[in-house]
């Protein structure tokens, strides 16, 4: 038995890049709520200095002073505060973080923030109309009890969405296939597919 | 995770140049100090686990060049540039009529939304989902070189049983790799050294002694573009892939098969094995038995006896064989039924 | 019909639409980890790597450089607090920041505390240990391992039931099997990620994490913390699924209470998917030896049920399924014996109908096994052996409807059309098999708590510190009120998952409903009781009226003969705006403690095999079709009915979807879910949703849940037998039914793969 704990790294140690990279007005705590004036915008980043990232989120405009390494997915909920968006795994293995990027479903656990620049994102706070009318989708979801512990609920009410606008709605085979990529552990699947179906025709170009 | 410096570099040259700047020329791409992003759906995912650490990412998903987001179909073959995503290759009109085997390869894999997310050359480069390779602590010659195979010993099951070596048994996971193979893909690469193109079956490397080294690029190289030429087994082609579960699951054992049938009679097959070996698989063997025979149950199992013919097993995927075998025959049968 | 809200039945509740449900579409929904929390802290476990040991040195100094790092919550951090505890409420005794000694793969090490989770992330991840390490001893069959009787072990197990002379009866039975069985590792693996967030005001603590029981935790982080149970405050509003793996606590919770704590500012630990292997419980793997002996008319005389369990070697978790499975058929004789096999693993712990599902699974594979041997239909052979009295304590059953399921079930499925010849049935390339298979669950109840407010305006409000891990007990929560207060769903609100509000027993054992319903019935009928005390008094409008004559309905109190009273009228006559009525309940027969446990976190389960008058289950019948490519044996599963008889059903939609996932989670169970265990070096392989397999929505095709009537007033006041674990018993054991029909191959160890067929 001699398997060791951690194995070492390639190249320059841990300590030794660290040491020769970061200066010690870089080691101040980051600010992540505010932008800071300051903050370089990516092409001019610093390692461990904040980015300056725009978001467009559910059509507001939202500048975010990042890490770089902050995902999509912890920049809309520790960062706009949106904390419908949820995690399930931080690996793209659950699709409980899928978001709407200029219209296409994504996971936002894999995408770093600051590649999202300008982009325009839905969140499941952006869905229902300002009156309080929900989306056909969420309308939906609510008739065919189409979740139970609703944890995964705004990732596939997301990706419902993305599948019918990517034309992959078109037959009850295609939906399941092609919302396969949610996994709910509770189990609504059939649930699911019925939703789809029934808001099909509405969420086209909705 | 390490921290990175973030770039967006808006051509190609520029990005070259920036990661030549941050890289020598020995380095594994996979290992060096700067490396490219575009879907992120395998670097990001590695870069969590802490088996990625670049200390400079370049993100490709700015660069200018409209042909890197194009498919372009002429009769000559199929161009994709690097950047296209998955989905929109699979759902593309002319790839699913002309070369089904590369929309069923792209549209069986991950998920929507990763399909969504990753793009075409990253795709090809997607790295093992070896369990014991995304863990840091383990021993993984393909991580760490030189600290061991925990996989070899342990559990197993979805490892390779072909173009392994005593060094590494890391399973290939991808699916579209399979499909380029098969149809004698071609790779368009730009680096510090010029531009080139890497026949596709050049592109990956068997573990051998040294599985740390996973492609032919170097550091500061990045794909262009994917060419498949047309060929006249393109249409009559299909992929298979067998999983545990129905959908979004990697392939236990897959078969890429494209076929140009006299009848029922053989004139060439173009055979790519995925699931079950260490890169990307072409079986030459299974395609030369075929040749000039009548393919019905028996010729299509002496192919697939033929491509298995130098696996190795472990412990729990020996079933590998087997399955990796009646895949192929399945495939195969399929393929001649298809109606084109 | 939509079939999602299915036409109610005699004894059964309306499918209104879940109270929360636009909550949950609109991003609403607050789970723990959403809860905003002002300066927040953000916290990263560093977790071990070997399996048993010690460690001998923590290596700080890579940690400590990342900019942004608050704190290092380690060894000696945790010595003015208490211990946690093994039981109902802690999921283990292995401490791990009291010592340094290694019980298990993914032990916690430490905890980095750092202004943003990257930097926490990147601190946790530079934490090194040394360690002396020690052959660890995996599972079953791994040298190192002890092998000790279970009865007695848990409070939950106190003996291996038997009647009669097994031996004699198995040794001259005329047709008999033996037969071994196996199901794998598993973890829950809720969606919602673990987490802790932990903030002190002063003395007082408070916890957001999700929680299947807020009243236990609070008093078990109390006594870990060594502080007043009134100043602990654990908030669980909503639960991103739970199935066990929220109902004890964890080691964390107290660690993270304490780097808030040494902070002075709240901390946030989210634990990643891939630490919730090591961190959390989950299903350990079992083994299984069943003998059946029977006459040729089919009719069972001898049944003997050998069960093994793994655990961790400080805590001797069991589960003992035999309990269930021993009473499940009229068996003549039976004998059955739980052992526990200790490892170097995490403590195990409740996952989904923790006994049921891998004993009955053994139970009925093994019944079909019978029925081939004995050439019998395997609904008719079940047909058979029906008890009129449980076998073990010669108990009535409260009630059992379980042949009114199996025919019901057989009838939708078509079972009559299966050709019984093993390989007969046949759609071009693929093999079709048909199976079946019992299910059954204790229905047990709890003592449980609630406050019920009803105001003038005709609102109300429900308050009772259950749990909505997705079963819907808060809907029918509040449909329970406004049924017997008589307004409108829409004007009842349910609050929950706070250990601020009326006490409520842990959420599992498939409890919740009966002793929610039950209490929430009890303090509505105290409110209905004042109503009608004033509306009937001499100066009342109902004056001369007795209770009995009297209903609450559309905000009025209406009288047999037709009259009725405004309940606005009638508060205004009392001069009150609102009549609230905080509710106890206890379960019939249970001793007078029981509510003062209740307050004490540890309220006791009632009903099941312990009550004098009766046992108490809940049945099902589950019919499946399975298909099996002939080249590559690839298993689907694409059709499924399922027939259950569950009391009074308070909501038929909730209902049908909690039994309807039940049985997804079967079809994991069969085909897809296990964790691999490493042999070598007893560490977890397929730590994530990429290997550990569940099913996903491309899986399940043709699924059917009938909700069969049956009433029980037994059980407890609400009627109410629970649900939520009765789904996923049995499917994998009608699975592997119709895997041995559609290819003549008995599979006995779970999950069942391509591998087993293609051989």
């Known amino acids: 038995m001699s398997q060791p704990t951690v194995l070492p790294r390639h190249g320059l140690s841990r300590r030794s890049f660290m040491a020769g990279t970061v200066s010690a007005a870089a080691a101040a705590p980051l600010l992540a709520s505010a932008a800071q004036a300051e903050a370089p915008t990516a092409s001019q980043s610093k390692l461990r200095q904040p980015v300056v990232t725009s978001l467009r989120i559910n059509k507001q405009v939202y500048e975010l002073s990042l890490d770089t390494r902050t995902s999509l997915l912890d920049a809309l909920r520790d960062h706009a505060g949106l904390t419908g968006t949820k995690k399930g795994c931080d690996h793209g293995q659950c699709g409980a973080c899928t978001v709407l990027v200029d219209g296409k479903r994504v996971l936002s656990c894999l995408s770093f923030a600051v590649m999202n620049e300008g982009k325009d994102i839905t969140t499941i706070e952006g869905l229902a109309s300002s009156d309080g009318k929900l989306h056909p989708m969420q309308q939906a979801f609510i008739d065919h009890d189409a979740f139970q512990c609703g944890y995964c609920t705004p990732g596939q009410i997301l990706s419902a969405i993305g599948c019918v606008n990517e034309g992959h709605a078109g037959s009850e085979y295609d939906i399941r296939e092609y919302m396969s990529g949610n996994i709910c552990r509770c189990a609504a699947y059939p649930n699911i597919v019925a939703a789809v179906l029934q808001a099909r025709d509405e969420t086209k170009g909705a | ?340 | ?759």
């Open chain 3, 1 to 759: 019909m939509d079939a999602a809200a299915p036409r109610p039945k005699e004894n059964q509740g309306e499918p209104l639409p879940r109270i929360d449900a636009r909550l949950k579409v609109t991003g609403q929904a607050h789970y723990p980890a959403d809860l905003p929390t002002a300066n927040i802290a953000y916290g990263a476990l560093a977790t071990g790597t070997i399996a048993r040991g010690k460690v001998t040195k923590l290596h700080l100094d890579d940690a400590r450089e990342v900019p942004g790092l608050l704190d290092i919550v380690t060894y000696g951090a945790m010595d003015k607090v208490d211990k946690p505890k093994f039981g109902n409420v802690g999921a283990t005794s292995i401490a791990p920041l009291h010592d340094r000694t290694i019980f298990h793969d993914g032990q916690i090490i430490a905890l980095a505390v750092a202004e943003t989770f990257e930097a926490a992330e990147e601190a946790a991840q530079l934490i090194r240990a040394d360690y002396e390490e020690e052959t660890p001893s995996a599972s079953f069959d791994s040298p190192g391992t002890k092998t000790i009787p279970a009865a007695g072990k848990s409070p939950l197990f106190k003996e291996d039931v038997k009647a009669g002379d097994f031996d004699a009866a198995y040794a001259s039975a005329a047709v008999k099997i033996d037969a071994r069985y196996s199901t794998p590792t598993q973890h829950h693996n809720p969606i919602e990620l673990f987490s802790t967030t932990a903030y002190w005001q002063g003395d007082q603590l408070i916890v957001h994490e999700p929680s299947q029981n807020v009243t236990g935790w609070k008093v078990e982080l109390a006594r870990q913390l060594r502080i007043d149970p009134a100043n602990v405050r654990i908030v669980s509003p909503f639960i991103g699924g739970a199935f066990g793996s929220k109902g004890p606590m964890t080691p964390r919770t107290a660690i993270v209470a304490v780097a808030a704590r040494r902070l002075g500012r709240p901390v946030r630990c989210v634990t990643s998917r891939m630490q919730a292997f090591g961190t959390q419980t989950y299903r350990a793997e079992t083994r299984h030896r069943i003998r059946i002996g029977a006459g040729k008319d089919g009719r069972i005389t001898a049944f003997a049920h050998e069960g093994w369990e793994v655990t961790s070697r400080p805590d001797a978790y069991v589960v003992g399924g035999t309990s269930a499975t021993g009473r499940m058929y009229d068996y003549g004789s039976v004998l059955t014996h739980v052992s526990l096999v200790q490892a170097d693993r995490n403590t195990p712990g409740y996952m989904r109908s923790p006994p049921e599902t891998p004993y009955v699974y053994a139970l009925e594979n093994a019944m079909d096994e019978m029925a081939v041997a004995l050439g019998m239909d395997p609904v008719e052979f079940r047909r058979i052996n029906e008890p009129k009295k449980e076998p073990i304590g010669k108990k009535p059953f409260s009630s059992r409807s379980l042949i009114q399921c199996y025919d019901q079930a057989a009838e939708a499925f078509g079972w009559a059309k299966r050709e019984a010849k093993v390989g007969a049935m046949r759609d071009g390339d693929w093999l079709v098999g048909m199976g079946c298979a019992t299910a059954i669950y204790p229905t047990a109840v709890a003592p449980c708590a609630a406050r019920v407010r009803l105001t003038a305006d005709g609102d109300v409000r429900v308050q009772c510190g259950s749990h909505e891990i997705g079963t819907g007990v808060r809907t029918v929560a509040g449909q329970m009120a406004s049924e017997r207060l008589g307004v409108g769903i829409d004007r009842v609100s349910v609050e929950m998952g706070d250990s601020a509000l009326p006490p409520a027993p842990v959420s599992g054992g498939s409890i919740s409903t009966a002793s929610v319903c039950s209490v929430v019935l009890k303090a509505c009928d105290a409110i209905r009781t004042k109503l009608y005390a004033a509306a009937t008094a001499e100066s009342g409008p109902l004056a001369g009226s007795h209770n009995e004559e009297l209903d609450l309905a559309d905000g009025k109190i209406v009288a047999k003969g037709g009259a009725s009273a405004r309940v606005e009228d009638i508060l205004k006559t009392m001069q009150v705006g609102a009549i609230e009525e905080y509710a106890e309940f206890a379960p019939k027969g249970a001793p007078p403690e029981a509510l003062k446990k209740l307050y004490s976190g540890m309220p006791e389960f009632h009903g099941g095999e312990q009550d004098e008058d009766a046992v108490k289950y809940a049945f099902g019948a589950e019919f499946v079709e399975v298909r099996i490519n002939r080249y590559t044996k690839e298993i689907r599963v694409p059709r499924l009915v399922g027939a259950f008889a569950a009391g009074r059903i308070m909501n038929t939609r909730t209902a049908r979807s909690q039994l309807m996932g039940g049985m997804i989670w079967g079809i994991g169970q069969a085909l897809h879910e296990a964790t691999e265990v490493d042999r070598h070096y007893a560490r977890y392989v397929n730590r994530d949703l990429q290997d550990y397999l569940v099913p996903v929505n491309a899986d399940v095709k043709d699924l059917q849940v009938i909700l069969v009537p049956e009433v029980d007033h037994a059980v407890n006041p609400a009627g109410v037998k629970g649900l939520g674990e009765l789904g996923n018993v049995g499917t994998a054991a009608a699975v592997a039914s119709a895997v041995y029909h559609a290819t003549g191959k008995r599979i006995r160890d779970l999950p069942i793969r391509i591998e087993q067929l293609l051989v």
């Open chain 2, 1 to 340: 995770m390490r921290p990175f410096v973030y770039e967006q570099p808006t051509d190609i040259s520029a990005a070259v140049a920036i990661a030549s700047s941050f890289t020598s020329r020995d380095d594994q791409p996979t290992r060096a100090n700067a490396q490219f992003i575009a879907g992120g759906t395998n670097l990001a995912d590695y870069m969590k686990l802490g088996v990625a650490e670049p200390a400079r990412l370049l993100d490709l998903n700015r660069l200018k060049d409209p042909s890197l987001r194009q498919i372009r179909v002429t009769d000559d073959g199929i161009r994709f540039g690097a950047l296209v995503r998955m989905g929109e290759a699979a759902d593309h009109r002319d790839v699913k009529q002309r070369y089904p085997v590369i929309a069923d390869s792209l549209r069986l894999a991950a998920s929507g939304q990763i399909r969504n997310m990753a793009s075409l050359a990253g795709n090809v480069l997607q790295r093992t989902r070896c369990e014991y390779f995304r863990e840091t602590s383990w021993h993984c010659n393909k991580r760490a070189p030189g600290s061991g195979c925990a996989a070899m010993e342990g559990f197993n099951r979805q490892h390779a049983v072909l173009g392994t070596s005593d060094a590494c048994i890391a399973t290939y996971h991808g699916d579209f790799a399979q499909a380029l193979i098969a149809l004698d893909a071609v790779i368009h690469a730009e680096g510090s050294r010029g531009t080139r193109k890497i026949p596709f079956a050049m592109l990956h490397r068997q573990p051998g002694e040294t599985p740390h080294m996973e492609t032919d690029l170097a550091a500061d190289e990045i794909i262009s573009a994917i060419e498949v030429p047309a060929m006249p087994w393109a249409r009559r082609s299909l992929y298979l892939k067998i999983r545990d579960r129905e959908s979004y699951a990697f392939a236990l054992a897959s078969a890429a098969v494209a076929l140009d049938l006299d009848g029922e009679t053989v004139r060439e097959a173009r055979i790519a094995l995925g699931g079950v070996a260490t890169v990307p698989w072409r079986a030459r063997a299974a395609e030369q038995s075929l040749q000039g025979k009548r393919l019905d149950d028996a010729s299509a199992g002496a192919a697939a006896d033929a491509a298995f013919a130098q696996a190795q097993p472990r412990k729990h995927n020996a079933f590998k064989i087997e399955l990796g075998k009646r895949t192929l025959v399945r495939a195969l049968l399929e393929t001649r039924n298809m109606k084109v």
